[in-house]
């Protein structure tokens, strides 16, 4: 009877090109399209310049391009700078609630190119990596896909986020290195020992004082990189890294149940409508469905009430803070995107969704500021209640509700699906995708270069060498 580890490691090097059904390579395909539009808008923020030069400084043998530029370095530092482009600004499409496809996509991408992989060949390996994060994911606690995992996990925090996603990364560029399965077994057993679990966990309720998440998939996907090509050479790693159940989640059974039968990594992709914190979108389009339906504008809005629990409207306590705290908190471009009251101000004020909403002028707009003092929290337990008791039917549902006060009468609007979640009535389309990826690349590519990019992107398939698609998403 094989292991965890060995079980992953077969899967990860004998799933084929025809075991994959057509949504999965549809879907694979849209998630690639998010994390590359996501990594071009991110070029024009401080931190996308300041990985950038850094990967210039660092350049290894061209082999690997750093997205949106011309510059090609070695294969680990593109991922390094692709990773860390790809989370700047909250945007690109969750996976397992978090940030899988961050770790997973940089490192296929860059070891697909510096290979000379086919477009199958990177689906495949994509497709091998999301799934096997995501089943570490869920026997972590992360990914809660049915009605026993939300029962089962209730009042459980769970730890050590994204840290499962370094084995994705990981099977993503053995597969596409061809490794065998005992190669990849050994992988995996590095992979594991390049995690750092402890930076996963901190800061998750924290402060954001610097230019880092609590994740740090550029550099958790070089280690991910590493034990790949580590492997590949004959470099030897622990077999047993996942078949101790302490070490990674509470169910490890979930790892490898219909493993290669049946996809979970699709299951609650969350397509992203705003580039901040998702916890907030449910929220968020409420607000929106309210201010767009009766074309309420910003000075016209008296106050805003978010339905809930507390803790989820910004990191700054009960009392609403001065002016210059205001800006004090909005300084760093992580902290704004975990900030609910700027988020909502951004939506009144109709901000371009993109990397506008991280530009450091819209982060002091005073009107902006101003207007987050009319975001509250209205406590509601009755609500509270009925969202669990429906969560523990059905786990797609995430229940919101938000009144608006404007021109002397409150505006009231409830859902119970967030815009872009998979398997939904508001699912994200492939005409969302487009629009929202030619936005991401304007600042950086061409309307004709983008059109391409496009077109090649969903069209990965039919590529005999991913470096055809390179040349449409770089200089």
């Keep these: 009877m094989k292991t965890i580890t060995q079980e992953i490691a077969a899967f990860a090097v004998d799933t084929r090109w025809e075991d994959l059904p057509d949504s999965i390579v549809q879907e694979?395909?849209?998630?690639?399209i998010e994390h590359i539009g996501v990594s071009l808008?991110?070029?024009?923020?401080?931190?996308?310049?300041?990985?950038?030069?850094?990967?210039?400084?660092?350049?290894?043998?061209?082999?690997?391009?750093?997205?949106?530029?011309?510059?090609?370095?070695?294969?680990?530092?593109?991922?390094?700078?692709?990773?860390?482009?790809?989370i700047t600004l909250d945007y690109q499409a969750n996976m397992s609630f978090g940030h899988d496809g961050t770790f997973v996509v940089p490192s296929a991408l860059a070891i697909a190119e510096?290979?000379?992989?086919?477009?199958?060949?990177?689906?495949?390996?994509?497709?091998v990596?999301?799934?096997?994060?995501?089943?570490?994911?869920?026997?972590?606690?992360?990914?809660?896909?049915?009605?026993?995992?939300?029962?089962?996990?209730?009042g459980v925090q769970p730890h050590h986020k994204n840290a499962h996603s370094n084995y994705g990364a990981t099977a993503a560029a053995g597969r596409i290195l061809k490794l065998d399965g005992n190669k990849m077994l050994h992988a995996l057993g590095t992979a594991g020992r390049h995690i750092d679990m402890s930076l996963s966990s901190w800061g998750e309720e924290g402060s954001f004082t610097g230019m880092t998440k609590y994740v740090v998939p550029g550099w958790q996907n070089t280690g991910a990189m590493i034990a790949a090509l580590l492997a590949e050479t004959g470099y030897t790693g622990d077999i047993t890294i996942l078949d101790d159940p302490k070490r990674m989640g509470w169910y490890p059974d979930d790892i490898t149940a219909d493993l290669g039968k049946?996809?979970?990594?699709?299951?609650?992709?969350?397509?992203?409508?705003?580039?901040?914190?998702?916890?907030?979108?449910?929220?968020m389009d409420c607000f929106y469905n309210v201010i767009k339906q009766?074309?309420?504008?910003?000075?016209?809005?008296?106050?805003v009430k978010i339905h809930g629990r507390g803790g989820m409207i910004g990191r700054q306590g009960t009392e609403l803070p001065s002016y210059s705290e205001k800006e004090k908190q909005l300084e760093n471009f992580y902290a704004a995107q975990f900030n609910m009251p700027f988020n909502f101000a951004l939506l009144a004020y109709r901000i371009p969704r993109g990397v506008e909403w991280t530009d450091l002028a819209t982060r002091k707009n005073p009107d902006i500021i101003k207007f987050m003092d009319k975001v509250t929290f209205q406590a509601d337990p009755e609500f509270v209640e009925q969202a669990?008791?429906?969560?523990?039917?059905?786990?797609?549902?995430?229940?919101?509700?938000?009144t608006v006060e404007a021109r002397g009468k409150t505006f009231t609007s409830e859902i119970k699906y967030?815009?872009?979640?998979?398997?939904?009535?508001?699912?994200?389309t492939q005409e969302n995708t487009i629009e929202k990826f030619k936005h991401n690349a304007e600042r950086i590519l061409t309307a004709a270069k983008t059109d391409r990019a496009i077109q090649t992107m969903f069209e990965l398939e039919e590529l005999d060498d991913v470096s055809q698609l390179i040349s449409e998403i770089t200089l």
């Design 28 to 32: 694979v395909k849209k998630v690639l």
């Design 41 to 86: 808008a991110a070029l024009s923020t401080d931190k996308g310049k300041i990985m950038v030069a850094l990967g210039r400084r660092l350049g290894g043998t061209p082999e690997s391009s750093i997205l949106g530029t011309a510059d090609k370095v070695s294969c680990t530092n593109a991922a390094l700078v692709n990773g860390e482009l790809m």
């Design 114 to 127: 510096s290979v000379g992989a086919s477009g199958k060949d990177l689906i495949l390996a994509l497709t």
């Design 129 to 154: 990596g999301f799934e096997i994060s995501s089943r570490l994911a869920r026997a972590a606690g992360w990914h809660k896909i049915t009605t026993e995992d939300i029962i089962r996990f209730k």
């Design 262 to 283: 049946t996809w979970i990594f699709n299951q609650q992709l969350h397509y992203k409508p705003y580039p901040c914190c998702g916890a907030f979108h449910n929220s």
């Design 294 to 303: 009766n074309n309420l504008m910003p000075g016209e809005i008296e106050r």
């Design 388 to 402: 669990e008791r429906e969560r523990e039917q059905d786990p797609r549902i995430r229940p919101a509700k938000v």
């Design 418 to 428: 967030r815009i872009g979640d998979t398997f939904t009535e508001v699912y994200w």
